[in-house]
């Protein structure tokens, strides 16, 4: 397959067909004096972009709002939504312009750059964004997509030494992300709200032709759609609570009609475990807790079903398109994900109880999560008396009361006798399912601050490590260890 220049890119742009009420065009502001961050080769394929594009100044030109590419046709999205459980009312992109969209053999993909500029949707900010924000947002997207968590991905971050006023003065940074789509559900209550329903309708129909044509031979597309997002959803909740991703800002205009984990503020991944952990230092009533997720995620989609009543016709089956899928297959993906992390063969009865026991252990415990997985998946299911202290020993390592690890795994071992596995398949399939590595906040926190003194190899290492997070990286062994002391009480706020 040949691979495009920049100015070869094929836009097509569908999201700028709908009427001009969903948007208004107008040109980014460019970031004065880029330079590349970082960029990703593997999303450049994704969008059927030559490797050696990233290498030309007017890449930084492009993705630093400075140049337009031939065919895109900038513009800024309006939506609404739920913050912290308040109707907010109008917000839209205030520091995302979409550049349009483009299909590649790969699918079909919109562009968008965050922080280059202000829009009509604003409110008094600056339009830009942060170069530590960025950095998160660009590493996040890809650990995501390395993890296999449906995501918006990042292709590149543009910085520039222009001062940025948050807490303290920072500096500006644009990161491009793509997606296949960027509608909220947010995006749905904004015409709601306003009892527009032209408008809403025409949303509707766009993300139903878009990206579900299949719905249009539905009873009620609408009811169809809604179902649709509902599975959506709990299948990306429950990605969220096995992997041990906390979002931080589940505002329902950070929720993405096609179930994609969308805009990364202050995310985190679980360490020691603690179902309550509130990643966001904003979040003082701990609303977007860990263990508070899979609710939010059904409390966004009543409000997205109340959104869509107009076109569905009635209440009562709006809700019920959430009610009959979201649970269902909250649950169903969750029990089968967790199952693979415990490398249980065969589903039992028991396993909820099972699994509800094995949170309430590590709660007690507090082990690194993901240390935890990983390290479990090289035991062995059965193991003689004399040998176990040795044999477990690196599990047993993880946990102050050892004694209370050994009773946990005697009770994983009878479990392994159930549904009987050899050692090697199982473990092969838990190190498939259980990642080494996952981006703990004090890399991130490293790779920034490495940043902020122009050295930006920290960011390509992580990116080089996190894409593929199931693999042995020798050279990364030091990304799996605990946060070494200096980053104990690292905090992340809402401010990016
Ligand atoms: P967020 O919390 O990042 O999801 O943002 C919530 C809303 O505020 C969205 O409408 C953003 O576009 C907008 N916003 C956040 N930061 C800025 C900024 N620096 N400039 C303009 N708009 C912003
Ligand atoms: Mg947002």
């Known amino acids: 397959m040949s691979a495009h220049t920049l100015e070869q890119l094929p836009f097509s742009n569908s999201f700028a067909s709908l009427p001009a009420a ?8 460019a970031l004065p004096a880029p330079y590349l961050v970082a ?3 593997e999303v450049a394929e994704v969008l059927g972009l030559h490797p050696d594009e990233l290498q030309r100044p007017e890449f930084i030109e492009a993705f630093a709002g400075l140049r337009q590419l031939p065919g895109s046709a900038p513009l800024a999205a309006v939506y609404s939504g739920h913050q912290f459980g308040v109707w907010a009312g109008q917000l839209g992109d ?12 790969q699918g079909h993909w919109e562009i968008q750059l965050k922080g280059a500029g202000r829009t009509p949707y604003s409110r008094g900010a600056d339009g830009r964004a942060v170069l ?6 660009f590493l996040c997207s890809e650990a995501m997509a390395g993890l296999g968590i449906p995501t918006t991905r990042a292709l590149c971050i543009i910085g520039s030494d222009a001062p940025v006023r948050r807490e303290e003065y920072e500096t500006a940074a644009v990161v491009t992300r793509i997606a296949p789509g960027f509608v909220r559900f947010g995006s749905f209550e904004h015409w709601a709200s306003r009892e527009q329903h032209e408008e809403l309708k025409q949303l509707a129909d766009y993300v139903i032709d878009t990206f579900r044509p299949e719905f249009r031979d539905a009873d009620n597309p609408y009811s169809a759609l809604l179902a649709d997002v509902a599975r959506r959803t709990g299948e990306l909740m429950a990605h969220w609570m096995a992997i041990g991703f906390m979002h931080g800002v589940m505002n329902t205009d950070n929720m993405s009609i096609l179930g994609l984990t969308l805009d990364y503020g202050p995310f985190g991944f679980m360490e020691a475990f603690d179902a ?15 263990r508070n997720q899979p609710a939010v995620g059904q409390w966004n989609l009543y409000c997205l079903a109340e959104a869509l009543t107009p076109l569905i016709g009635d209440a009562d089956e709006a809700r019920a398109a959430v009610d009959d899928h979201f649970g269902d297959v909250f649950g169903n993906t969750f029990e089968s994900l967790m199952r693979a992390k415990l490398g ?3 589903a039992q009865p028991d396993d909820e109880t099972f699994i509800g026991e094995l949170f309430s252990f590590l709660q007690q415990h507090r082990p690194d999560y993901t240390l935890f997985f990983r390290t479990l998946s090289r035991l062995p299911a059965t193991v003689d008396a004399k040998e176990q202290a040795k044999t477990d020993a690196a599990l047993r390592d993880l946990f102050i009361d050892r004694s209370a690890c050994d009773r946990w795994l005697q009770q994983w071992r009878s479990r392994q006798a159930q549904t009987p596995w050899a050692d090697a398949k199982r473990q ?16 991130a926190e490293k790779a920034i601050r490495q940043a902020k003194n122009k ?8 990116l080089n490590c996190l894409r593929s997070p199931y693999d042995e990286h020798p050279e990364f062994e030091h990304y799996a260890a605990l946060p070494p002391d200096w980053a104990r009480g690292l905090e992340v706020s809402c401010s990016s």
């Open 39 to 41: 960029a990703s080769l």
């Open 455 to 462: 050295d930006f190899s920290e960011i390509e290492n992580l």
């Open 132 to 137: 530590r924000s960025s950095i998160r947002e």
């Open 22 to 29: 969903h948007y208004t065009r107008l040109a980014p502001q």
């Open 344 to 346: 249980l063969r065969d």
């Open 276 to 290: 309550g952990h509130i990643c966001n230092h904003s979040d003082h009533q701990g609303r977007y807790s860990f």
């Open 428 to 443: 092969h399939s838990m190190l498939a399912t259980n990642p080494k590595y996952i981006l703990r906040n004090w890399l």
């Open 94 to 105: 205030g520091r995302a312009h979409l550049l349009g969209g483009l299909s590649s053999p």
